[in-house]
């Protein structure tokens, strides 16, 4: 469902849920502005149609001690549509690779990171990555200071 397609009222409601998906549907309807069971429609309606997808909870990695986050560019040997699926379906079983894109550019692929500390990231590096068979290239980028992480999105883009 495009945005285009969303109410105001779909907007406020994904407002909210963004910020707090535990809200109560009653203390939902109060804050969006809706009697509770359009306000419960609406919802069911937005999970049907697969614009909300889930419910989680945010954690902040340093209290689990994951003291770095680094981002991986890298450039695989060949750009075939089953080599890039084959990496991907790689990356995808590394639990400290906690996001990874397709990119246009220079390289093929961005990966988000974490580990416990530079140690443990070089070890992962070296040992892990590196050694995905279909990797030409890697180039990392460490985060000094996180100005504006990945919370919610823009709903009234």
């Known amino acids: ?6 109410e105001p009222a779909d907007k406020r409601i994904l407002t909210v849920l963004q910020a707090d998906g535990r809200l109560t549907n009653q203390d939902l309807a109060d804050k969006v502005g809706l009697s509770t069971s359009p ?7 937005l999970e049907e149609d697969g614009v909300i997808q889930g419910y989680k909870a945010v954690l902040d990695r340093r209290q689990l001690g994951l003291g ?6 890298v450039k695989i040997d060949s ?28 390289a093929d692929f961005l990966l988000q990171v974490v580990a416990r500390d530079l ?3 070089a070890q992962f590096a070296m040992a892990t990555l590196r050694r995905l068979p279909r990797i030409k290239e890697m180039q ?6 996180e100005i504006k ?6 709903v009234g883009l």
């Not at 469902?1 to 969303?6: G, N, R, V």
């Not at 992480?149 to 823009?154: A, E, K, V």
């Open 1 to 6: 469902m495009p945005t285009s397609a969303l």
């Open 39 to 45: 306000c419960w429609r609406r919802v069911r309606r």
């Open 68 to 73: 770095v986050l680094a981002f991986v560019r």
């Open 79 to 106: 750009h075939s549509e089953a080599e890039a699926e084959a990496f991907s379906s790689e990356v995808q079983q590394l639990d400290e690779v906690v996001a990874c894109y397709s990119i246009a550019g220079d």
């Open 119 to 121: 140690d443990a990231y």
């Open 140 to 145: 990392t980028t460490f985060v000094l200071k």
């Open 149 to 154: 992480p990945f919370n919610t999105l823009p």
